[in-house]
């Protein structure tokens, strides 16, 4: 392919897309990854560092459709725009859910046309693909776009030792994939602690957290290193009785499991690639807050974390426990990362706690859960400017986007660009992530990648949880239908 050149006068308005990251880069142009398990395979070398325009919050806006996807090929926009219109039809979204759990879909003939359907629908606009080759292709595609992306294998649960072993070689094999891409294509590796540890260990853990905050006597012994996991309003309603102590086997279970984390964090330590750690429920989110945690006290070094956590701000207690968890890193002299989410488990966390009693641990209105983001956001930015620690902004609120653009801007951006991430989910809120990568910040997707069946389950779950977003995505429709007329217009002349 020609190599395209770039006027001086236009170079000189841009910058290299790069993070600062927390050792030497170490990308090395080609790599034979020495873990190759049978989900995954390699992609091919990394292609040329993207050139970004100069650093501008005003310029996120949204009236010049072509800027915003002048980047986006017609036959994307096309499916875009069909499967966005189709997800936000509950009544469709209920009969994709029915057909996937029912007996149907172990028909042969029927599953082999869902499944065809789904890779060329609903997988291909949320997923990056079935295996590292695909995903490094849809990673390169943003890339050349100005976006970045956040890699995770799309893997649910696991429920025995077995399946968090296998689930483990999925997660390094991801990071030796991110190594082999363009320098900063990849922002970060995701990992779930419910696919390296047992969920029932996860719930006996939890449980008893809780009751060591109820009664600070309670004594485990195989607790390590940790900052605070509550705070004094977290509702503790999950344990109703004391529980009893971990049996040898799974304290032995424990062990293995912190020993999973270990291994994957130390591993995105030499590759140089940060490791964001996703949330939960409430019922397992003190485990795997603990396991986080601890993972950071013991990897993070110098100004940039490697291990992040993740906040859930539609949680009531979620700024307190914020305030706590940072305040204790910085005691302990550990640079923390962040990744600030409003949540995706409204509906079965309210139930829960109506079904014990309780009060909703979620906010009352949306307002409030928009309240408590931006505050945290506000929070960490003038945090991380004055100091170490990293911020990713996963949000779809357009609001939230130009909230925290400004404050960036207000702050100094020099000062937080390069430990501030903005993200969204694939195929979800294009309009935000162009608007926010032309105004000069970084951008990334999360995206999961893997067989298009052991990633249904994922697929499900997400369309269940996001439900509401889903049927508010008319904004991203009404600007991409806006720029297929333009392109039709262009095209007829008119």
């Known amino acids: 392919m020609a190599t ?3 006027p001086p006068r236009i170079l000189r308005n841009l910058r290299y897309n790069t993070a600062t990251k927390p050792l030497a880069s170490s990308h090395p142009s080609s790599l034979s990854p020495t873990l190759s398990p049978p989900c995954l395979s390699d992609p091919k070398p990394p292609s040329q560092t993207v050139l970004r325009p100069a650093l501008d919050p005003s310029a996120l806006n949204f009236n010049d459709v072509q800027s915003l996807f002048s980047y986006v090929p017609t036959s994307n926009l096309l499916r875009s725009t069909a499967v966005l219109h ?5 009544p469709m979204v209920d009969l ?4 996937m759990r029912s007996k149907l879909f172990e028909v042969e003939g029927i599953k082999d046309v869902v499944l065809a359907a789904i890779r060329n629908t609903f997988y291909g606009h949320f997923c990056a693909g079935e295996d590292a080759v695909t995903a490094g292709k849809s990673i390169r595609a943003l890339n050349d776009a100005g976006l970045r992306g956040m890699l995770v294998y799309g893997v649910e649960d696991a429920h025995d030792n077995e399946g968090c072993d296998r689930n483990l070689k999925c997660f390094l094999h991801t990071v030796d994939v991110s190594r082999s891409l363009p320098p900063s ?9 419910t696919a390296i540890c047992p969920m029932s260990l996860l719930e006996r853990l939890s449980d008893l957290l809780r009751w060591q905050q109820k009664d600070p ?3 485990l012994p195989w607790k390590q290193d940790s900052f605070p996991l509550f705070s004094d309003s977290t509702p503790l309603y999950h344990t109703r009785k004391r529980p009893e102590a971990l049996t040898p086997q799974e304290e032995s279970d424990l062990e293995l499991a912190m020993q999973r984390l270990n291994e994957l964090s130390q591993k995105c330590v030499q590759a140089n690639v940060p ?3 996703d949330a939960e429920h409430t019922s397992v989110q003190p485990a795997i807050d603990y396991f986080t945690y601890n993972a950071a006290i013991n990897h993070n070094k110098g100004e940039s974390p490697i291990v992040f956590g993740t906040m859930q701000t539609y949680l009531k207690d979620a700024k307190e426990r914020l305030l706590l968890a940072t305040e204790a890193a910085d005691k302990m002299g550990i640079p923390m990362g962040f990744k600030l989410v409003r949540g995706a488990y409204m509906s079965s966390e309210r139930k829960l706690a109506s079904s014990l009693g309780y009060a909703s641990p979620i906010h009352n209105t949306i307002q409030d859960t928009h309240k408590c983001f931006n505050d945290c956001s506000s929070f960490l930015l003038e945090k991380v400017a004055n100091g170490p620690g990293g911020l990713v902004l996963a949000t779809h609120n357009v609001e939230s986007g130009k909230l925290a653009a400004a404050k960036a801007h207000e702050i100094g951006i020099g ?3 390069h430990k501030l ?8 809120s294009e309009a935000l992530s162009y608007g926010l990568s032309n105004a000069g910040f970084q951008v990334s997707k999360y995206m999961p990648f893997g067989p298009v069946e052991t990633v249904m389950p994922y697929l499900l779950r997400r369309a269940e949880e996001n439900r509401g977003m889903l049927a508010a995505s008319g904004f991203d429709r009404l600007l991409m239908r806006k720029e297929l007329g333009r392109r039709l217009k262009a095209a007829l002349g008119v």
């Open 4 to 6: 395209r050149v770039i």
């Open 185 to 193: 294509s990849v922002s970060f590796v995701i990992v779930k602690i």
């Open 86 to 90: 189709a997800t936000a039809v509950e």
């Open 96 to 99: 994709g859910m029915w057909i």
């Open 421 to 428: 991430e903005f993200a969204q989910l694939l195929g979800m």
């Open 275 to 277: 490791l964001l750690v």
């Open 415 to 417: 000062k937080v660009n």
């Open 217 to 219: 006597s309670f004594n």
